[in-house]
């Protein structure tokens, strides 16, 4: 181990509950309120969320504690951890790749996820101002497309969402992270239930209860499946050391497995709700779900001109959504900062205005993606296209993959045991089948079936 490590003290969360705060803040971002509610839509509603429960339950919680315990267990960031293992447990030196494979992926989706971000904040502007009052459908697609086309306006509320970021990082975990997430996590749970509760009002529950929860296996695919479980992952922030950071923060008093439970149950539950936030009003002004990735930037916006209070509503519900992507974006940056101070010796504010400006520079390309470059393309893609598609697609489930390999396999029985903190046998035993077969095979088909997906759709262009 490098000499500037050996003197190093790793933080810790002020407690268990602080923890929970963090991770589901991690959790809960542009994947549960913009995507989750989409891909719903787009396949069938309650079919789809019944089989993303299962992957939860059985593939992406077992994935999720796994890269806590890592995490837990080693108490340095990503990649100093494996090197840890290698030390004191003689695992192989290469896996430290698997903890530099996840502080990429930390810059290339944070530089996308800041500019996707960036839209919300222009929108909680533009809805504040009254822009949606009375619009008409042409209006807002217009509206939403001068946008995307400026990109000026994009660089600045990248900008500004990337500094909204570093600012929180760069104080550190106690006085940055902990106190946004203390105010912000309640405040983002209160703002959900409040247009709910509304939604009882102006919007269609008896058609999105059918909607939701009327199980109905006749539109089933296996398409459907593995959609689910990629939904699962992304949700769960897996597969690139946001979580093992996030753990190696965590109490040893804190019950391991429990804990992750309980950040799987509130991440599941935010999903569900914005589909009960979002799905009455569409239905209750005649619109369809099935709109992809649009659904929240030109078709609720529509919804909004509609109802009355439309114009503090839709505020409320912008400002939520940026709430939700910016202690998302945290733990994106969060454990390449933690390297830089751990082995770099860098100061924390160093290290967080370096990283985030890394990251903002590889977001100009996704800025401009969307405009001057819109015409370059590598495989069909635009460079946002292919950011979204290696990450998400690629390496994320490459990073969770090696994450339940590394518990399964590689580190001592005993160790995992003892670090996962089940009370009952069998649990125990089920969770050990499970990430050591289940879900790295679950894992292998995600991989797989996507990659070979697109080798198809190549062949037959
Ligand atoms: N989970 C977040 C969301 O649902 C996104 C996210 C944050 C993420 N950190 C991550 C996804 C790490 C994968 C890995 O929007």
Known sequence: MASSTQHYTHGQWTSRLVFVFAATG??????NIWKFPYMAGENGGSSFILIYLACVAFIALPILSAELLIGRHGKRSPVNVFRRFHRDYGTPAVWRFAGWLGVLAGFLILSYYSV???????????????AFANATAD????????????PERLTLWHTFFMILTVAVLMRGIHKGIERVVKYFMPL??????????????VGDMARTMNFMFSFDFGKVTGETVLMALGQAFFSLSLGMGAMMIYGSYLP?????????????????????????????????????????VGLIFKTLPLAFSQMP??????????FLLLIAAWTSALSLLEPIIAWAVEHLAWSRVKASVTAGAVAWLIGLGTVFSFN?????????????????????????PLGGLLVVLFVGWMLPGAAVRAEAGFRSERLYRLWRVVVRWIAPAAVVLILFHLLGWEIIRQMMN
Request: aromatic content about 16%; hydrophobic content about 60%.
């Open 372 to 396: 001057l470059w819109q015409d370059i393309k590598l495989w069909d893609k635009t460079l946002f296209d292919l950011l979204d598609y290696l990450t998400s697609n690629i390496m994320l």
């Open 252 to 292: 040893d008093s804190a019950p391991l497995f429990g804990t992750a439970s309980v950040v799987a149950f509130a991440d599941t539950l935010v999903a569900l709700l914005a589909g009960l936030m979002i799905f009455p009003l569409l239905f209750a002004f005649g619109m369809e779900p099935a709109q992809g």
């Open 139 to 150: 209006s807002i697609a217009s509206n939403f497309n001068g946008l995307v086309s400026d």
């Open 26 to 31: 991690s959790a809960v971002g542009l994947g």
């Open 116 to 130: 996707i971000a960036g839209w919300v904040i222009a929108y909680v502007f533009q809805a504040g101002a009254g």
């Open 188 to 201: 983002l749970l209160a703002l959900i239930l409040g247009l709910i509760f509304y939604n009882f009002f």
């Open 309 to 318: 209070g439309g114009v503090v509503f839709g505020t409320l519900f912008f």
